[in-house]
T-cell receptor, first 116, second 113 residues
Framework: GAVVSQHPSWVICKSGTSVKIECRSL??????MFWYRQFPKQSLMLMAT?????????EQGVEKDKFLINHASLTLSTLTVTSAHPEDSSFYIC????????????FGPGTRLTVL | KQEVTQIPAALSVPEGENLVLNCSFT??????LQWFRQDPGKGLTSLLL?????REQTSGRLNASLDKSSGRSTLYIAASQPGDSATYLC????????????FGTGTRLQVTL
């Protein structure tokens, strides 16, 4: 139980384009989803927290107009990187909280974004 | 602000050796601490979660201890195997509801044949 998936697992895009990453909770309803970014050989940094049906809360220093988060249902959250640039290249990981273990986050497999 | 540090940053051991990974945190007012494993290019796999009221948790060859008052946790891996090679991350929950996890910098472990 408590499986989280991400799609795509990797994506390459041109600078200036937008990329959407999906995060799904497969076997539970996620009241909250979290988006993290991880640079090579570094730890996870929380970007934003989203609750179903409400606006996401962004961490300090994260541009909300650049990283658009939508949590339209209890099983799906999306992160859209708008007008991507090479410095946005990173590993993006989502997690979800809810279901039978509401006080624990369950992590997705991550999405590798490369912006050329 | 909570800060989590892991030492060493990297570790290489021969197969069969027992080893200890360390995690320290600056604010002892935590609700729980969790150890994760991350393989290259992959997401996080939860290994052990220790509640603040617990001293240790065990799963197979893994044993995690928590000394909340001193702000320390250790992950003990017995009889290491090449398949244990990965990055190990610890994370603390200050909220009790997993609203915000603070991650350590990780220890990259390599177990050699």
């Amino acid at each position: 139980g408590a499986v989280v998936s991400q799609h795509p697992s990797w994506v390459i895009c041109k600078s200036g384009t937008s990329v959407k990453i999906e995060c799904r909770s497969l076997d539970f309803q996620a009241t909250t989803m979290f988006w993290y970014r991880q640079f090579p050989k570094q730890s996870l940094m929380l970007m934003a927290t989203s609750n179903e049906g409400s606006k996401a809360t962004y961490e300090q220093g994260v541009e909300k107009d650049k990283f658009l988060i939508n949590h339209a249902s209890l099983t799906l959250s999306t992160l859209t990187v708008t007008s991507a640039h090479p410095e946005d290249s990173s590993f993006y990981i989502c997690s979800a909280r809810g279901g039978l273990k509401p006080n624990e986050q369950f992590f997705g497999p991550g999405t590798r974004l490369t912006v050329l | 602000k909570q800060e989590v540090t892991q030492i060493p940053a990297a570790l290489s051991v021969p197969e069969g050796e027992n080893l200890v990974l360390n995690c320290s945190f600056t604010d002892s007012a935590i609700y729980n601490l969790q150890w994760f494993r991350q393989d290259p290019g992959k997401g996080l796999t939860s290994l052990l979660l220790i509640q603040s009221s617990q001293r240790e948790q065990t799963s197979g060859r893994l044993n995690a201890s928590l000394d909340k008052s001193s702000g320390r946790s250790t992950l003990y891996i017995a009889a290491s195997q090449p398949g244990d090679s990965a990055t190990y991350l610890c994370a603390v929950d200050d909220t009790g509801t997993a609203s915000k996890l603070t991650f350590g910098t990780g220890t990259r472990l390599q177990v050699t044949l």
